[in-house]
């Protein structure tokens, strides 16, 4: 089988800290869209984003703020090998995945972040990766 790559639903920001109550108040009262998890404290916002799925990340330490993005594949295996052949970097380090997650980071030669997935039955959304150990 060949691999095959498909947008996933979910767009990651990674916000800095002296920016991140402010991007948040932004997309819940300023465009109003639609919060659809993380109403309580220490939980990520989530918002529609037209078919897909906002992230609002809080990272300290980062001085601005990055898009990450989700790549759906038909097979996990042959599409690390694809990624290697074509020199693509992993970037498994950057941030854990929780276990039986079967995807892996990887950067593109313009460093957006993207996490490749296998669609993980089991998992109706990307982790909450706030809560990864």
Same mark, same amino acid.
């Given at each position: 089988?060949? %691999? ?13 800290? &002296? ?6 108040? +932004? ?7 639609k919060?659809?998890?993380g ?6 916002p989530? +918002?529609?984003?037209g ?10 330490? $980062? /001085? !601005?703020?990055?898009?990450? $993005?989700?790549?759906?594949t038909?097979?996990?295996? !042959?599409?690390?090998d694809?990624?290697?052949v !074509? ?8 941030e854990?995945l ?6 892996f980071?990887? %950067? /593109?030669? /313009?460093?957006?972040? &993207?996490?490749?997935?296998s669609?993980?039955?089991? +998992?109706d959304q %990307?982790?909450?990766?706030? !809560?990864?150990?």
């Amino acid at each position: 089988m060949k %691999a095959e790559f498909h947008p996933g639903k979910n767009i990651a920001m990674k916000i800095p800290t &002296h920016e991140y109550q402010d991007t948040v108040r +932004f997309y819940r009262d300023v465009l109003r869209f639609k919060l659809i998890a993380g109403h309580g404290d220490g939980e990520t916002p989530r +918002f529609e984003f037209g078919d897909k799925v906002l992230w609002l990340d809080c990272v300290p330490g $980062l /001085s !601005q703020a990055e898009i990450w $993005l989700e790549i759906v594949t038909n097979d996990i295996d !042959q599409a690390a090998d694809v990624f290697k052949v !074509q020199g693509c970097h992993r970037r498994d380090e950057i941030e854990p995945l929780p276990d039986g997650f079967r995807a892996f980071w990887i %950067a /593109s030669p /313009s460093n957006i972040i &993207h996490l490749v997935t296998s669609g993980n039955p089991g +998992f109706d959304q %990307a982790p909450d990766l706030d !809560q990864v150990d």
